[in-house]
């Protein structure tokens, strides 16, 4: 399948999640170290707006990429970011572009497919860290699972998860009885038997 399509399925999915955020909510504890869900939808809202960027050509911008404090808009916020990055990677000839990923690194670019493949890993474990905030049940559709799993599998666990402010954490051990995704959310740093968020 058009790794596009899942990409889209993983952004929808998030959407809806984000949708049952209420004001009083931005305040509480992620599975990101050090965030607050104010903090964690300001970063999804960015890392929208870049890899829309980098659709679009102007991905090599960090200022694309920069994070900003989104106040009591954070949910409409991210909604529109949402649907500007689901627009740009659904342009014709997009699958035949370089994407500029300057936060890989300084004038990396990568095959289109292969960035829309980190962004949807990305917003499909974003999706459960919103649901873990908010103490809400959180299911991952199996095909989006099995597409995210040789990316997880890719990232490098190396000194760049110890910094702060990185959005996954180092590895961590993985349970005997771990699902798929289970595996997917141990190896980003997630703990799938609980994150250890307090939810107020």
Known sequence: MDVRELDRRAVRASVDM?????????????????????????????????????????GADLAVWRAEPLGDGAVPAYTDAAERVMTAF????????AFALPEFGRGLTFPAAQAIGFHLIDYLVHGW???????????????LVEAAWPIAQAIPDDERRRRPG????????????????DLILAMLGRSPRGCG????
């Open 166 to 181: 990185a959005a996954f954490q180092p590895g961590l051990a993985i349970p005997e009885d771990a699902t798929r995704f």
């Open 90 to 97: 659904a342009e014709d000839g997009v699958l035949d572009r």
């Open 18 to 58: 984000v949708a049952k955020v209420a004001i009083e909510d931005l305040g509480r504890p992620t599975p990101c170290a050090g965030w607050t869900l104010a903090d964690l939808l300001a970063h999804m809202t960015a890392q929208h707006h870049g890899f829309a960027a980098a659709a679009e050509g102007s």
């Open 197 to 200: 968020v307090t939810v107020p």
């Open 129 to 143: 860290d919103v649901a873990q905030s908010l103490g809400v049940e959180f299911t991952a559709e199996p095909e």
